[in-house]
């Protein structure tokens, strides 16, 4: 009893915390359904009507359909590089016992002292000179690279749980180092894959400023981060439509999240990973 109640202005902040954050995602969710009028008339009122004309409307202005399926694809195909760069290399590190293993953990940790506009310019120089200027395979490659060093971080983490008998026995087995990998590491790690690719995702997925510099607006290449804004207007915003807009790009997180979220919350609550 005593111990309950301990915890109960934890409990109370943890909900209004919620609270917090279901406030603005109301708020969006009903203005997207209403007119200018209704939102600045009566902000957190229920729709009167739950027409998908904003939806609609968004979809034809910004041509949020094309640039959804190009963030789609851009995201897939970085996420796809990340994760076939960051196992096996994580796997090496982790099963390195000499200086090198501990001296290429401290090269992919020092990823995190980059800025992110620092890198701006030298990533437009190198679009440039590698003929990718406006085009979305660029990103591609790109992304991945931002995203290594977390992710070898974190997979590093998980791989060092492993005990040495499991790869001992396999190697008895007659097992490869890449068959070590595959049916060994790489199953016993999914919690951590499944953090890396929901971090990663997040990330890529609302990218905007290489977006912008490195894809530009083309209308057919463009992003959804970057076609978003084009439902602004110089002689007046129709809020209903934008927030429409700002639903339409939060499924592919909120579908993402659905399916890898009891991964992620198992690692978190295995304390696998240990920063």
């Given at each position: 009893?005593?111990?309950?109640?301990?915890w109960?202005?934890?409990?109370?902040?943890?909900?209004l915390?919620?609270?917090?954050?279901?406030?603005p995602?109301?708020?969006?969710?009903v203005?997207?359904?209403?007119?200018?009028?209704?939102?600045?008339?009566?902000?957190?009122?229920?729709?009167?009507?739950?027409?998908?004309?904003?939806?609609?409307?968004?979809?034809?202005s910004?041509?949020?359909?094309?640039?959804?399926?190009?963030?789609?694809?851009?995201t897939?195909?970085?996420?796809?590089?990340t994760?076939?760069?960051?196992?096996?290399?994580?796997?090496?590190?982790?099963?390195?016992?000499?200086?090198?293993?501990?001296?290429?953990?401290?090269?992919?940790?020092?990823?995190f002292?980059?800025?992110?506009?620092?890198?701006l310019?030298?990533?437009?120089?190198?679009?440039?000179?590698?003929?990718?200027?406006?085009?979305?395979?660029?990103?591609?490659?790109?992304?991945?690279a931002?995203?290594?060093?977390?992710?070898v971080?974190?997979?590093v983490?998980?791989m060092?749980?492993?005990?040495?008998?499991?790869?001992?026995?396999?190697?008895?087995?007659?097992?490869?180092?890449?068959?070590?990998?595959?049916?060994?590491?790489?199953?016993?790690?999914?919690p951590?894959?499944?953090?890396?690719?929901?971090?990663?995702?997040?990330?890529?997925?609302?990218?905007?400023?290489?977006?912008?510099?490195?894809?530009?607006?083309?209308?057919?290449?463009?992003?959804?981060?970057?076609?978003l804004?084009?439902?602004?207007?110089?002689?007046?915003t129709?809020?209903?439509?934008?927030?429409?807009?700002?639903?339409?790009?939060?499924?592919?997180?909120?579908?993402?999240?659905?399916?890898?979220?009891?991964r992620?919350?198992?690692?978190?609550?295995?304390?696998?990973?240990?920063?």
């Amino acid at each position: 009893m005593k111990l309950r109640k301990s915890w109960l202005p934890a409990h109370v902040l943890a909900w209004l915390y919620a609270l917090l954050l279901l406030v603005p995602l109301y708020y969006l969710l009903v203005s997207a359904f209403k007119t200018n009028d209704q939102i600045f008339a009566a902000p957190f009122s229920l729709p009167t009507s739950l027409s998908p004309h904003n939806f609609g409307r968004a979809f034809t202005s910004a041509g949020l359909g094309a640039a959804i399926l190009s963030s789609v694809l851009v995201t897939a195909v970085a996420l796809l590089v990340t994760v076939v760069l960051a196992v096996p290399a994580a796997f090496a590190v982790a099963r390195s016992d000499g200086p090198f293993g501990a001296a290429a953990e401290r090269i992919f940790s020092l990823g995190f002292l980059v800025p992110t506009f620092a890198a701006l310019f030298p990533t437009f120089l190198l679009a440039a000179a590698t003929g990718l200027f406006h085009t979305r395979l660029f990103m591609m490659l790109f992304l991945p690279a931002t995203a290594l060093p977390l992710a070898v971080v974190i997979l590093v983490q998980f791989m060092r749980t492993i005990p040495r008998e499991m790869e001992e026995a396999a190697r008895l087995d007659g097992a490869t180092t890449f068959a070590l990998l595959r049916h060994v590491y790489t199953p016993l790690c999914l919690p951590g894959i499944a953090t890396v690719v929901l971090l990663n995702f997040l990330s890529f997925w609302n990218e905007y400023l290489y977006s912008l510099v490195i894809i530009g607006p083309d209308p057919h290449q463009r992003t959804v981060q970057v076609a978003l804004p084009t439902l602004r207007a110089l002689t007046g915003t129709d809020y209903g439509v934008l927030t429409a807009g700002t639903v339409l790009t939060l499924i592919p997180v909120w579908i993402v999240y659905t399916v890898l979220q009891r991964r992620m919350q198992q690692a978190l609550v295995s304390g696998a990973v240990k920063m």
